[in-house]
């Protein structure tokens, strides 16, 4: 039971690459959301899904794709990279959107760099 | 207005002496509040939370916050503190069924 697992843990991009931040989780979880962490800021919500093929806007979603097409996939997009997307991302997960009484759970972040 | 505001961005404390967090939520979210503590190098975990009932909840490690609705706060404390507890401490409210977090209060244990 791995839990929340995200790939890769380091990446170093040229201003104008894209890649995708991988999230994977074998929970059964239907929410799953993507936060980035910077420092003095805290963790600002990017992008949230509450089930497959739907997803939705968080705080800061601009320059940011998501889809959800299986339960247990949810991969974060950037399409043109750009500096102050550097940050370290985390892809988290709960049973429901309304299940406040279960924990948020994390992965263990990918740390991105963009120059 | 912010949904969430935690004060201190850094406490530093004495090992084994007690240490408060303090937590302000705006009035404006629903009264769902967490602490989640980050260790270096790690994703967050749920440390406790209020939903209802009383409004001390105990957590895991020994901490426990105090749900204050005059005051809008949400107040983490541990009576006395070990150096393991040296991490990163975040308050969260929901809001709109997203779960937003404060800025987050660096904890130091000194020697």
């Known amino acids: 039971n791995a839990g929340v697992t995200q790939t890769p843990k380091f990446q170093v991009l040229k201003t104008g690459q894209s890649m995708t931040l991988q999230c994977a989780q074998d929970m059964n979880h239907e929410y799953m959301s993507w936060y980035r962490q910077d420092p003095g800021m805290g963790l600002r919500l990017i992008h949230y899904?509450?089930?497959?093929?739907?997803?939705d806007q968080g705080e800061v979603p601009n320059g940011y794709n998501v889809s959800r097409s299986t339960t247990e996939d949810f991969p974060l997009r950037l399409l043109s990279a750009a500096p102050s997307q550097t940050s370290v991302y985390f892809c988290?997960?709960?049973?429901?959107?309304?299940?406040?009484?279960?924990?948020?759970?994390f992965g263990n972040g990918t740390r991105l760099t963009v120059t | 207005a912010q949904s969430v505001t935690q004060l201190d961005s850094q406490v530093p404390v004495f090992e084994e002496a007690p240490v408060e967090l303090r937590c302000n939520y705006s009035s404006s979210v629903s009264v769902y509040l967490f602490w989640y503590v980050q260790y270096p190098n790690q994703g967050l975990q749920l440390l406790l939370k209020?939903?209802?009932?009383?409004?001390l909840v105990k957590g895991i490690n020994g901490f426990e916050a105090e749900f204050n609705k005059s005051q809008t706060s949400f107040h983490l404390r541990k009576p006395s503190v070990h150096i393991s507890d040296t991490a990163e401490y975040f308050c969260?409210?929901?809001?709109?069924?997203?779960?937003?977090f404060g800025k987050g209060t660096r904890l130091h244990i000194l020697p």
């Open positions: 899904s509450v089930g497959a093929g739907i997803t």
């Open positions: 209020y939903l209802s009932g009383s409004t």
């Open positions: 988290a997960t709960r049973i429901g959107i309304s299940s406040y009484n279960s924990p948020l759970h």
């Open positions: 969260a409210v929901i809001r709109d069924d997203k779960i937003i």
